[in-house]
């Protein structure tokens, strides 16, 4: 089993350094993770550590060239969510591993036709262990439904799904049995929520790009 | 009749310590949060025991995975950021204490870190947590000993 957290941030953009996230994630459990934010060279001795390149508010005609430039290994292209025509260019532009963010996303941000082409393309979509942890009320209930409008389109179309801590400190830290817990709030079926934990390794590991015909 | 209850073991991050009452608090208010009064009700958590950093939490058999969940929502303890993370569920308090580690583990040093010197507490897993949080904006305040050039532990 590959078992991954899909997005933790160390320090400047968190307090923790990699080699301490090395060290927690190891032993919450986890066979590998993915950092943002940091060039992959400083991780290049660590196999179980993959950066991402964590590409926010990227307009979209320079979505292709930022997405395109020369991918290392184990090197990975999240790209945040915006709206409906936004998250369709970037679901359709090569090089983009995975879409983040879509709970910030714009109600309909999300739609069919997106979760089919992230279906068809290997996409997959980021869900953040974060806002179920930190808002309160009326806003993590929003989170919760949109989660689960996620979680329906998911079952339908079967596009993977990346849960992650996106963590910053050492408190946002969660073992896959407490992120289980947690999304089971969303989705009761724990065998999607495990696959969801392993699916960065098959996205990363995809075959190709994708022709259309 | 008498009540069947289960126990948790979890852990306090960072390794802060806070009192019994303090965690009852979050933890009734994230079981509330996320499942209202009835669940509440159900669940019954109470704090039976705060060692260090190390908490055992009672709750009625067959409401763990509430409790568990609940457990895992936790941001804040008394206004501090602090998550409370399960570690082992069992029937017993005395099979939980077996599991809590021994706190002596932990040492006071002085580490170097991009050229800083500072207080740090560090314990035998390698794991390095900065004293003064929130001082050095230049270095991150949880490290472990690759990312230090110099270590030396107080007498």
Redesign the interface.
């Known amino acids: 089993m590959h078992v991954f957290d899909g997005c933790v941030f160390?320090?400047p953009s968190?307090?923790?350094?990699i080699?301490?996230y090395a060290?927690?994630l190891k032993?919450l459990g986890f066979s590998g993770y993915v950092v943002a934010g940091i060039p992959p060279e400083s991780r290049a001795g660590d196999s179980r550590a993959w950066t991402a390149r964590y590409l926010t508010r990227v307009p979209a005609r320079l979505l292709a060239r930022e997405a395109g430039k020369t991918i290392q290994k184990n090197e990975l292209v999240y790209v945040q969510a915006g709206d409906a025509g936004y998250n369709r260019n970037v679901l359709t532009t090569p090089g983009v591993h995975v879409l983040t963010d879509v709970h910030t996303s714009p109600k309909d941000g999300f739609d069919r036709y997106c979760a089919q082409l992230a279906a068809e393309r290997m996409i997959g979509v980021n869900l953040s262990a974060r806002p179920?942890?930190?808002l309160?009320?009326i806003a993590?209930q929003k989170v919760i439904r949109r989660y689960e409008e996620i979680f329906t389109l998911q079952n339908r179309y079967e596009f993977p799904l990346v849960l992650s801590s996106h963590a910053t400190?050492?408190?946002?830290?969660?073992?896959p049995?407490?992120m289980i817990?947690?999304f089971?709030?969303v989705w009761k079926e724990e065998e999607i929520l495990w696959r969801s934990l392993e699916s960065i390794y098959r996205i990363k590991n995809r075959s190709g790009p994708v022709v259309e015909v | 009749m008498r009540e069947n209850f289960r126990y948790i073991l979890a852990v306090i991050t960072p390794d802060l310590t806070f009192e019994s009452r303090d965690v009852y608090r979050a933890i009734a208010e994230s079981v509330m949060s996320l499942y209202g009064d009835s669940i509440a009700a159900q669940v019954w958590p109470s704090v039976m025991k705060v060692e260090g950093s190390h908490v055992i939490i009672r709750c009625r058999r067959g409401t763990e995975q509430y409790l568990e969940t609940a457990l895992s929502a936790i941001s804040l303890i008394q206004g501090i950021p602090a998550g409370v993370r399960p570690v082992k569920t069992s029937g017993t308090i005395q099979t939980l204490k077996e599991k809590i580690r021994s706190h002596t583990d932990k040492r006071d040093a002085k580490a170097v870190v991009s050229g800083i010197t500072c207080d740090v507490i560090v314990d035998m897993q390698g794991r390095i947590d900065l004293k003064e949080k929130g001082i050095y904006h230049e270095i991150p305040r949880y490290i472990t000993k690759e990312d230090t050039e110099d270590l030396n532990y107080d007498e």
């Open positions: 160390p320090f968190g307090t923790v350094s080699s301490r060290l927690e032993g179920l942890v930190e309160r009320d993590k400190d050492i408190t946002h830290l969660k073992s049995r407490e817990r947690l089971s709030l």
